[in-house]
């Protein structure tokens, strides 16, 4: 059974930069798309990256282009999400998912079909 382990959350001003990693446990990565989501207080999840079993492919949202950059190492079992410029509005709950499909990474349903998900780590871009 695949397990997700989300790190790197915290506060951060506004401008600045976090790291956040997703570490797998029960299962090697090498077969999964790995998503990058958030929720904000009040609103819906939403996708911000995905990124492709191999890492060839890569998606990230509108809002997040030029800012945040994902990566994988699958021989360290570890999905990278390096997020430069934060602004108030990245501020949310932080979750990583997988799934064997790139396609249920990046459809626009906030990630419903993604397979395993892992707890969370906050985010608050805040001065």
């Known amino acids: 059974q695949l397990q997700l382990v989300e790190s790197g959350g915290g506060l951060v001003q506004p401008g600045g930069s976090l790291r956040l990693s997703c570490a797998a446990a029960?299962?090697?990565?090498?077969?999964?798309?790995i998503g990058w989501f958030r929720q904000a207080p009040g609103k819906e999840r939403e996708r911000v990256s995905c990124?492709?079993?191999?890492?060839?492919?890569?998606k990230l949202a509108d809002s997040v282009k030029g800012r945040f950059t994902i990566s994988r190492d699958n021989a360290k079992n570890t999905v990278s999400l390096q997020m430069n410029s934060l602004k108030p509005e990245d501020t949310g709950v932080y979750y990583c998912?997988?799934?064997?499909?790139?396609?249920?990474?990046?459809?626009?349903?906030?990630?419903?079909?993604?397979?395993?998900w892992g707890v969370g780590t906050p985010v608050t871009v805040s001065s």
């Open positions: 029960g299962s090697t990565l090498d077969y999964y798309t």
């Open positions: 998912a997988a799934d064997r499909s790139y396609f249920a990474c990046i459809a626009p349903n906030g990630g419903r079909g993604m397979d395993y």
């Open positions: 990124i492709s079993n191999s890492g060839g492919s890569t």
